[in-house]
T-cell receptor
Framework: GQNIDQPTEMTATEGAIVQINCTYQ??????LFWYQQHAGEAPTFLSY????GLEEKGRFSSFLSRSKGYSYLLLKELQMKDSASYLC????????????FGGGTRLMVKP | DSGVTQTPKHLITATGQRVTLRCSPR?????VYWYQQSLDQGLQFLIQ???????AKGNILERFSAQQFPDLHSELNLSSLELGDSALYFC?????????????FGSGTRLTVV
C-alpha cells in the first residue's frame, strides 16, 4: 500500500521562507509531485521530482530523497497569496500509475 | 481555464437520489481520473479510465460507477446518495496512461446531499 505523511498546518510570515515536509512509503515509486490548492479550487501543479536532488522553479523548490522516502517543498519570499494547501502526491507504477495524495498541509501566511 | 471541464459546478440533492457528474478532458488527453475530496480531507482516488477502458480503481463505493465515452468525456454516476457523499469531486486528465507528466484538474463539482 501507500502511505504519505505531511504536517496538517503551518504558519509563516510574509517575506519569510517555509519548508513543507512529506514522507512516503510506497511500492513501485515513480515520481513525486507537489500541488497547490486554494480553498474550494482545483489543485494546480507546482513541481515534479523523479530523481534525487533539488528542483528549483522561481520562488518554489522541491527536494527528493528516494532512499529516505522524503521530499520537501521550499517556498521563498512568502506572499499572502501563498496561503493555501500544499499537496504531496506519489506516482507509483502499478495499476495505472495514478497519483496518491497526502492529506495536504494548510499554510497560513501572516503579515 | 485548465482545459478540463466539469459540469455542473454545484449540485444539491436529497439522500437516496442519483446524480451524474460530467468531465471533458483537456484536448489530446486520453486518461481521465476521478477524485473525491471531503471537507478538510485529502484527495481520494476513485477510478481511472484510459482511452475508454477502465485502468485503475481506488476506494470507489459500489454505489458509484463511471465510464469514458468514445469522445473521451467521462461521467461519474453516484446512486443511493448518503449525507457522507457530500464532497468536492474532481476530474483530472493526462496525456498518457501514466501520471508522470502530471495531471490537469478541472474546477470540480461540489455535491451537497441533504
Amino acid at each position: 500500500g501507500q502511505n504519505i505523511d505531511q504536517p496538517t498546518e503551518m504558519t509563516a510570515t510574509e517575506g519569510a521562507i517555509v519548508q513543507i515536509n512529506c514522507t512516503y512509503q510506497t511500492s513501485g515509486f515513480n515520481g513525486l509531485f507537489w500541488y497547490q490548492q486554494h480553498a474550494g479550487e482545483a489543485p494546480t501543479f507546482l513541481s515534479y521530482n523523479v530523481l534525487d536532488g533539488l528542483e528549483e522553479k522561481g520562488r518554489f523548490s522541491s527536494f527528493l530523497s528516494r532512499s529516505k522516502g522524503y521530499s520537501y517543498l521550499l517556498l521563498k519570499e512568502l506572499q499572502m497569496k501563498d496561503s493555501a494547501s500544499y499537496l504531496c502526491a506519489v506516482s507509483h507504477n502499478n495499476a495505472g500509475n495514478m497519483l496518491t495524495f497526502g492529506g495536504g498541509t494548510r499554510l497560513m501566511v501572516k503579515p | 481555464d485548465s482545459g478540463v471541464t466539469q459540469t455542473p459546478k454545484h449540485l444539491i440533492t436529497a439522500t437516496g437520489q442519483r446524480v451524474t457528474l460530467r468531465c471533458s478532458p483537456r484536448s489530446g488527453d486520453l486518461s481521465v481520473y476521478w477524485y473525491q475530496q471531503s471537507l478538510d480531507q485529502g484527495l481520494q482516488f476513485l477510478i481511472q479510465y484510459y482511452n475508454g477502458e477502465e485502468r485503475a480503481k481506488g476506494n470507489i463505493l459500489e454505489r458509484f460507477s463511471a465510464q469514458q465515452f468514445p469522445d473521451l468525456h467521462s461521467e461519474l454516476n453516484l446512486s443511493s446518495l448518503e449525507l457522507g457523499d457530500s464532497a468536492l469531486y474532481f476530474c483530472a486528465s493526462s496525456v498518457l496512461s501514466t501520471s508522470n507528466y502530471g495531471y490537469t484538474f478541472g474546477s470540480g463539482t461540489r455535491l451537497t446531499v441533504v
